[in-house]
């Protein structure tokens, strides 16, 4: 079965830094674009960024160019997020999703499997 789980998440000041992982399992990780999705009290879904397949290409929202990076290791089967300079607006649920499409989509609901989330909170 296909599983995704995040790790890493937990309480940070303002300005300081973390670094979220996904491990997956159950499909060929290689041949599934990865992302990162959020989600805050009662808002949607958002998403956050995205790595192809091969992790040549990146695709990032633009309220966190600049201070996340996307990345994967497709030996680990897990994908990462690196978060600096973190905000506020930043605390949300933080999700891994795969999509075995090619097109990096922002949509939610094009991406075929989730984790449960890991909880992301920024003090100020």
């Known amino acids: 079965q296909v599983q995704l789980v995040e790790s890493g998440g937990g309480l940070v000041q303002a300005g300081g830094s973390l670094r979220l992982s996904c491990a997956a399992s159950?499909?060929?990780?290689?041949?599934?674009?990865m992302g990162w999705f959020h989600q805050a009290p009662g808002k949607e879904r958002e998403f956050v960024a995205a790595i192809s397949q091969n992790g040549a290409r990146t695709n990032y929202a633009d309220s966190v160019k600049g201070r996340f990076t996307i990345y994967r290791d497709n030996a680990k089967n897990t994908i990462y997020l690196q978060m600096n300079s973190l905000k506020s607006d930043d605390t949300a649920v933080y999700y891994c999703a795969a999509d075995s499409s090619i097109f990096l989509s922002r949509a939610p609901k094009t991406w075929d499997y989730w984790g449960q989330g890991t909880q992301v909170t920024v003090s100020s």
């Open positions: 159950g499909f060929t990780f290689s041949t599934y674009a």
